[in-house]
């Protein structure tokens, strides 16, 4: 069911532009303001030029930031800075890591997966499953930039199930003994490694061992989206035309579901308007949750803390909990999600999922209004968030565990979506190590 396609992927030559590592960047989505401009200082050359270019005064629709993007990347392509492989080529991808907050003793986890592209399907179709909603103004911005450029500059990442590995040992047995096209230390200390997979015997074993499989889009779900109106729009503009184009195709990162690599971490609600008191929000939850406090002084703070977050983590597994901390509060509260409350059974995948639990039995009662549901800030760092509150920037934290990839899959798999920000697959896949020119523009 996943249609893959060896393609001719386009990266930059380091003979060209020096020193890879200042040429890439972290996905568009996960960059401040600080970040972007920081990138773009970086190196003149360096791919936020192409995916997230800097607006600049007496921008006009005929000059803006996506259609010097699109200078841009026709000028890097003619002086070489850009080049594009001569053969169908799929690119075997690893990344060594640690996980946030994790034990710096224990050894680096590995993520393996490999780049190429994939045929679009619709969304309903039973072949590609998304599992978050998306937003139209992020759609909007990245179709104008697919307008412009005609490239997909970074991968959506996509898991597929294969439990003995298949895939992965065929592509990897193909590159054993093989030094890597790019290997080197990232900003943050992961090692990105990647090597270029031309067999044609190796490359058609692939695509017949994925055909069966369906797609679960793990992080990209506005990109595909995108992906999908640009198809129809250059379908209408061409008069439809018989076999497959290059618009039919999306750049994808694939990773196997069970990869032991493989992380997914929490997304912590902080909200950022007046909260009831912490008296009042006990009494509040009572009849609904099982409340332990875990009261602190200045001098106790981090012990308490994180025993806490232990807790959380420890007891949370295998029942509905939830942390909170309150601005002004010298108490961490646990909220346990009583039996009698719990969705049966057979309720919905989504319907049993804590994020949603979160949102419809504590979210939905402390923030009532839109204005204010919109206003909650996200982060994936437990210190962050409890850090945001004792500092003043939020009121409430709102801690939770991060969603099993098993209930994602059967979230996608019964059509159902999930809430937004529910999901945080870890480690993101850079930007710039391989485009996706397409051939036909």
């Known amino acids: 069911m996943a249609k893959i396609i060896p393609f001719h992927g386009t990266s930059f030559d380091t003979t060209v532009v ?39 005064p007496g921008d006009s629709p005929a000059n803006n930031r996506y259609t010097r ?15 594009r492989d ?15 907050a994790s034990d710096p003793r224990a050894p680096m986890k590995v993520l393996k997966g490999f780049l190429t592209t994939v045929k679009l399907e619709a969304l309903d179709s039973g072949h590609i499953y998304p599992h978050e909603n998306t937003r139209a103004a992020a759609k909007t911005d990245r179709l104008n930039l ?17 439990p003995q590995g298949v895939v992965i040992g065929l592509i990897e047995a193909a590159v054993k003994g093989k030094p890597a096209r ?31 499989k369906p797609l679960f889009i793990a992080d990209g779900h506005h990109r595909y989206e995108t992906a999908l109106n640009y198809q129809r729009l250059r379908r209408q503009q061409a ?23 493989l992380t997914v971490l929490p997304t912590h609600r902080v909200t950022t308007t007046s909260l009831p008191s912490y008296d009042k929000v006990q009494a509040l939850f009572a009849d609904q949750f099982e409340l332990q406090k875990f009261p602190f002084t200045a001098e106790t703070q981090p012990a308490v803390r994180a025993q806490f977050i232990d807790a959380l983590r420890t007891n949370g597994r295998t029942v509905p909990m939830f942390g ?14 009583k039996p009698a409350h719990r969705p ?53 934290a709102l801690l939770l565990n991060p969603t099993k990839v098993g209930e994602i899959q059967a979230v996608a798999t019964a059509g159902e979506r999930m809430p937004h920000k529910s999901t945080y697959f870890f480690p993101k896949p850079l930007t710039g190590l391989v485009m996706n020119v397409m051939e036909s523009e």
């Open 18 to 56: 020096g020193d890879v590592t200042r040429v890439v960047a972290p996905p568009y989505d996960i960059i401040d303001a600080a970040g972007q401009q920081a990138l773009h200082d970086r190196h003149p050359q360096n791919i936020i030029r192409l995916e997230l270019g800097l607006d600049q």
């Open 69 to 83: 993007a699109g200078s841009t990347l026709h000028e890097w392509l003619r002086s070489g800075a850009l080049r």
């Open 86 to 100: 001569t053969q169908p080529t799929i690119y075997y991808h690893t990344i060594d890591y640690r996980p946030p």
């Open 146 to 162: 697919l307008e412009a450029c005609h490239t997909n500059f970074s991968p959506i990442w996509s898991l597929y199930s294969d």
């Open 182 to 212: 790019i290997d080197f230390t990232d900003d943050v200390g992961f090692r990105q490694q990647l090597w270029a997979v031309t067999d044609p015997a190796i490359l058609a074993q692939a695509v017949e061992a994925m055909g069966p």
């Open 239 to 261: 008069g439809s035309p018989a076999g497959f184009q290059s618009y039919d195709g999306v750049l994808m990162l694939l990773a196997a579901l069970e990869d032991p690599g």
């Open 324 to 337: 909170m901390a309150l601005k002004g509060t010298d108490s961490y509260l646990t909220l346990t999600l």
């Open 344 to 396: 049966p059974a057979n309720a919905s995948p989504r319907t049993k999922l804590d994020v949603s639990l979160l949102q419809q039995l504590i979210l939905a009662t402390l923030c009532r209004t839109e204005q204010e549901q919109e206003s909650i800030l996200y982060t994936k760092d437990d210190h962050e968030a409890l850090d945001w509150v004792a500092q003043g920037t939020g009121t409430g």
